[in-house]
C-alpha cells in the first residue's frame, strides 16, 4: 500500500537491466516527490506513466534522466505535472526517444526547465508551442546538444527568466531559431555559452533581446563557424565577455560589430551589434 507515500526520490534509479515495468497497481496520490524516479534505466525501451496519479508532485527532475533506449513514454491520463515546479534534465539524454507529446507536459507551475530536452538525438523537430514558462527562472541548457533544425520559442514568455546559458549549445544540426518580444530577456543575468557550437547557425537576429540585466557572456558565439552575422547585442554590463566570437570566423563585416572601449573598464571593451543586413 502506497497511499501515504510521499517520495519516491531514486526508487528505481540506476535499474539499468530493468526491461519492463508495470505502473498500474500503484496508487500514490500523496506522492509529493519523484525527483529520479527512472533516472539511468537503461535498458527500458517503453514505460507507460499514464496510470500514475502525480496531481499532487513537485519535484519530477531527473524523471527519465539518461535512459538512453526509451523509445515510447505515454503519458495522459493520471498524469498531472500541473504542480510541478522543478522539471529540469526531465528527459535528458533520452537518445532514443522519437517523440514527447507536450500537450501532456504542464511546466505552468516550473521554475526550472534546464536541461530538459538537452540531446534527444533521435528527436529532429519539438514543438514547445504549449509550454507555459511564465514562472520558470531556470531554462540552462534546455536544448543543448539537440537534433533539432528549426527551434520556434515565438510562445515563449518568460518574465522570471534569470539564466538561459548554455540554452542551445552544441545543437549542431541548428539552423533557425524564432524569437519574439514575450521572451523577455530583462531579467536574465546570465547568457554564457547560450550559441556555443552551433556550427549550422548563418545569422543571429537578438532584436528583442534586452541585455541590460546581463552580466555573463562569456563564450556566447564560440565556434559558431558558419555564422556570418549578428544583429543586436549589447555588451555593455556583462562583466565577462570572454571569447564571445573566438572561432566565429565567417563573420561577412565584423566592424559592424562596433567595440567601443569603456573607460576604466579595464580595458574590456563591449560589443554593439548590428550586422545582418
Not at 502525480?54 to 504542480?83: A, R
Not at 520559442?153 to 538561459?164: A, G, Q, R, V, Y
Not at 560589430?257 to 545582418?276: F, H, M, P, R, T
Amino acid at each position: 500500500d502506497m497511499s501515504n507515500v510521499t517520495s519516491m526520490r531514486s526508487m528505481f534509479r540506476g535499474c539499468n537491466s530493468l526491461l519492463s515495468i508495470d505502473l498500474s497497481d500503484m496508487n500514490i496520490p500523496n506522492v509529493i516527490d519523484m525527483g529520479n524516479l527512472f533516472s539511468e534505466c537503461s535498458s527500458l525501451t517503453s514505460i507507460d506513466v499514464s496510470v500514475l496519479d502525480t496531481s499532487n508532485v513537485e519535484y519530477m527532475y531527473n524523471l527519465f534522466y539518461k535512459c538512453t533506449l526509451l523509445e515510447t513514454i505515454t503519458l495522459g491520463g493520471l498524469f498531472d505535472s500541473s504542480n510541478a515546479i522543478s522539471t529540469e534534465y526531465m528527459f535528458y539524454e533520452c537518445t532514443s526517444l522519437t517523440s514527447i507529446d507536450m500537450s501532456q507536459i504542464d511546466t505552468s507551475s516550473s521554475e526550472n526547465v534546464s536541461g530538459m530536452f538537452a540531446y534527444l538525438d533521435a528527436m529532429t523537430t519539438i514543438d514547445v508551442s504549449s509550454m507555459d514558462v511564465s514562472k520558470v527562472k531556470y531554462m540552462y541548457d534546455i536544448f543543448a546538444g539537440s537534433s533539432f533544425v528549426t527551434i520556434d520559442l515565438s510562445t515563449f514568455n518568460t518574465p522570471l527568466l534569470e539564466d538561459m546559458s548554455g540554452m542551445f549549445n552544441y545543437s549542431e544540426l541548428l539552423e533557425n531559431i524564432i524569437f519574439s518580444s514575450s521572451l523577455d530577456t530583462s531579467n536574465v543575468e546570465y547568457m554564457s555559452y547560450a550559441f556555443e557550437g552551433c556550427v549550422s547557425l548563418v545569422s543571429m537576429d537578438l532584436s528583442d533581446f534586452d541585455f541590460s540585466s546581463v552580466l555573463d557572456l562569456g563564450s556566447l558565439f564560440e565556434d559558431c563557424i558558419l555564422l556570418e552575422c549578428i544583429t543586436n547585442i549589447d555588451s555593455r554590463n556583462a562583466t565577462d565577455r570572454d571569447d564571445m566570437f573566438d572561432g566565429c570566423t565567417a563573420l561577412i563585416n565584423p566592424i559592424d560589430l562596433e567595440v567601443i572601449d569603456i573607460e576604466g573598464s579595464g580595458g574590456d571593451d563591449y560589443v554593439n551589434g548590428n550586422a545582418c543586413p
